[in-house]
């Protein structure tokens, strides 16, 4: 069974400190692995998506890599901001399919 | 970008009523569309898949004579929840299938709450 889990479950940081969420998988057969944000109420915003083929992506603060032979990905966040504050979800792509963890609920503080 | 639109974005209804939800891709042709549902402080998971001109296939555990999806346009994609009971109260999001197999993109979610 393809699952995915996510851990912690939640996460509450002073503004400013540089943060690791970690996202691991069952099924190491994955196509891509993608990371999102989702805010209260809210649909979901890509952050970044790693191809099976590579190992890490970046955008501006963030950065998450990929491990497909331990089954793992982390997403790091540097120098974090109140507006960070979120659900942060990983999902892996099997096909065209995405399964996804349920998400680590992260809070910033002022 | 690619946008996906869903209506209603809330909608409240009485237990044994049907509610139908849309999906819309505002600026591009999807061929597949994903239904997903979300508990409280659960992952997102799949219900079904539905491509343009034929049945939607449904993953295991979904009822699928409960939750009806048409996909009769290349733009538009449709979940009816039948005889809604409170069990049934879940966010529930859509997603359009881009031109790439790694490529969805998400709508912002219909929150239904029965009552």
């Known amino acids: 069974k393809q699952e995915v889990t996510q851990i912690p479950a939640a996460l509450s940081v002073p503004e400013g400190e540089n943060l690791v969420l970690n996202c691991s998988f069952t099924d190491s057969a994955i196509y891509n692995l993608q990371w999102f944000r989702q805010d209260p109420g809210k649909g979901l915003t890509s952050l970044l998506l790693i191809q099976s083929s590579q190992r890490e992506q970046t955008s501006g603060r963030l950065n998450a890599s990929l491990d497909k032979s331990s089954g793992r990905s982390t997403l790091y966040i540097a120098a974090s901001q109140p507006g960070d504050s979120a659900t942060y979800l990983c999902?892996?792509?099997?096909?065209?399919?995405?399964?996804f963890g349920a998400g680590t609920i992260l809070r910033v503080k002022s | 970008g690619a946008v996906v639109s869903q209506h209603p974005s809330r909608v409240i209804c009485k237990s044994g009523t049907s509610v139908k939800i849309e999906c819309r891709s505002l600026d591009f042709q999807a061929t597949t569309m994903f239904w997903y549902r979300q508990f409280p402080k659960q992952s997102l998971m799949l219900m079904a898949t539905?491509?343009?001109?034929?049945?939607?296939?449904?993953e295991q555990g979904v009822e699928k004579d409960k939750f009806l999806i048409n996909h009769a346009s290349l733009t538009l994609s449709t979940l009816t929840v039948t005889s809604a009971h409170p069990e049934d109260s879940s966010f529930y999001i859509c997603?359009?299938?881009?031109?790439?197999?790694?490529?969805?993109?998400f709508g912002p979610g219909t929150r239904l709450t029965v009552l």
């Open positions: 999902a892996v792509w099997y096909g065209n399919k995405l399964v």
């Open positions: 997603s359009a299938g881009g031109t790439g197999a790694d490529t969805q993109y």
């Open positions: 539905s491509n343009e001109g034929s049945k939607a296939t449904y």
